[in-house]
């Protein structure tokens, strides 16, 4: 029985990301679809929770001006200035380029970027972008699910983060699937938060 035991544990394989397990399901990424630096931040992740400012070891010189967390600050406006485009009805999010921009800039990105997502988006209304994964193909259009945001959940996975959502009023969404861009609907929002 115990080496039975030892020939099944060791048919266990490990991946570092489901693209890389089954490459065939997704399309193949193109250098440009790589996640790009934010402007302004080149030169390596920063500490939102850092607040002082360290000197250069060999000179005793300040590396920066702002601490971390102030940059950080800056960061947010640059990343929703990229990231959010909004008109008097609507905010459309391109949520891909979002997870990129923490990815590519923030030291202990996951957390960062789950505080941004729950403070920007719970309570506000979706109108377009979050589909049922396995209900629609190429021929049949998705299922798209529209409500008022009460929960976000996250998987992370490789460079890669998938989001989900609890829509107020709604069952439990078991295959929903948070494409590359959503919109919020601000008059639903706004109807919404007054009990309109």
């Avoid at 945001?149 to 890669?160: A, L, V, W």
């Avoid at 948070?178 to 919404?192: P, Q």
Wanted: proline letters at 3%; one cysteine or more; a negative charge.
């Amino acid at each position: 029985m115990r080496d039975f035991c030892t020939i099944m544990i060791t048919k266990f394989k490990t991946f570092e990301s489901i693209r890389d397990e089954y490459a065939d399901m997704f399309v193949p990424r193109k250098p440009e679809d790589e996640p790009q630096e934010v402007p302004g931040f080149e030169g390596g992740t920063i500490d939102p929770n850092d607040n002082e400012i360290w000197l250069d070891y060999e000179t005793g010189v300040p590396n920066n001006t702002k601490s971390d967390k102030d940059r950080y600050k800056d960061f947010l406006k640059i990343t929703k200035e990229r990231n959010f485009q909004e008109t008097d009805d609507e905010i459309i999010i391109n949520m891909k380029r979002l997870w990129e921009d923490f990815l590519m800039t923030i030291y202990e990105k996951q957390e960062h970027y789950k505080k941004f997502l729950r403070d920007e988006l719970v309570g506000k209304y979706i109108s377009k972008g979050y589909k049922d994964l396995l209900n629609g193909n190429l021929s049949k259009k998705y299922v798209e699910y529209k409500g008022i945001i009460k929960e976000i959940g996250f998987t992370f996975d490789g460079d890669d983060c998938y989001v989900e959502f609890q829509l107020k009023g709604h069952k439990k969404i078991k295959n929903g699937f948070v494409g590359d861009f959503i919109t919020i609907d601000k008059l639903e929002t706004d109807a919404n938060k007054y009990n309109v």
